[in-house]
């Protein structure tokens, strides 16, 4: 079946600091991928939609400059924390939808995101 | 606007018990609607799927009916087992918004042997 993988799993990193996540197709063609976020013991909230070669469509709310997305390929993408603050930890999960706008998404494993 | 509600969690069920999580929805547009299971420390699982009234989705003991009548979307397995313990989530999709799952909050399931 199609396989997202996301890395790395797990990392606390100091206050300041730009965290960069990958989010990879490993056996199928994404034009699109989503990123979520989850708080714990919440539900996943959408931050944006990464469409290959075009600029990320942010949900509302979310901060453009601070939560920077790259879809540079048909299998990658990436998710870029600049200035991390302790606010920011939480749970980060992408997912890739393979084929037609009907087709279910796949998800990575997520990103557990920890800012002392 | 586009969205699902769950039945609070968490359910805490026997082995071999019934299991039933409520999900009503409302959409725009005519929505696919999924089940997500996500097993401790991981990403999320797609579990089943249906994309248009009356379809009805299954995979490992379970099976979701969508019902436009009533704009719901319920989990049901007949016997659960301890590998079953689990956060279980509800979402839909429409075209018309891109696509993107817009996602219930969630219920944890806990089955005990």
């Known amino acids: 079946g199609a396989v997202v993988s996301q890395h790395p799993s797990w990392v606390i990193c100091k206050s300041g600091t730009s965290v960069k996540i990958e989010c990879r197709s490993l056996d199928f063609q994404a034009t699109t991928m989503f990123w979520y976020r989850q708080f714990p013991k919440q539900s996943l909230m959408l931050m944006a939609t990464s469409n290959e070669g075009s600029k990320a469509t942010y949900e509302q709310g979310v901060e453009k400059d601070k939560f920077l997305i790259n879809h540079a390929s048909l299998t990658l993408s990436t998710l870029t924390v600049t200035s991390a603050h302790p606010e920011d930890s939480s749970f980060y999960i992408c997912?890739?939808?393979?084929?037609?706008?009907?087709?279910?998404?796949?998800f990575g494993d997520g990103t557990r995101l920890s800012i002392l | 606007g586009n969205s699902v509600t769950q039945m609070e969690g968490p359910v805490t069920l026997s082995e071999e018990a019934f299991l039933t999580i409520n999900c009503t929805y409302t959409a725009t547009g005519y929505p696919s609607l999924f089940w997500y299971v996500q097993y401790p420390g991981e990403g999320l699982q797609l579990l089943l799927k249906?994309?248009?009234?009356?379809d009805k989705g299954s995979n490992k003991g379970f099976e979701a009916t969508y019902r436009k009548e009533t704009t719901s979307f319920h989990l049901e397995k007949g016997s659960v087992q301890v590998s079953d313990s689990a956060v279980y989530f509800c979402?839909?999709?429409?075209?018309?918004?891109?696509?993107?799952?817009?996602f219930g909050k969630g219920t944890t399931l806990s089955v005990s042997s």
């Open positions: 997912s890739a939808r393979d084929g037609g706008r009907d087709q279910p998404q796949h």
């Open positions: 249906a994309t248009k009234a009356d």
């Open positions: 979402a839909l999709s429409v075209l018309q918004a891109g696509t993107a799952l817009i």
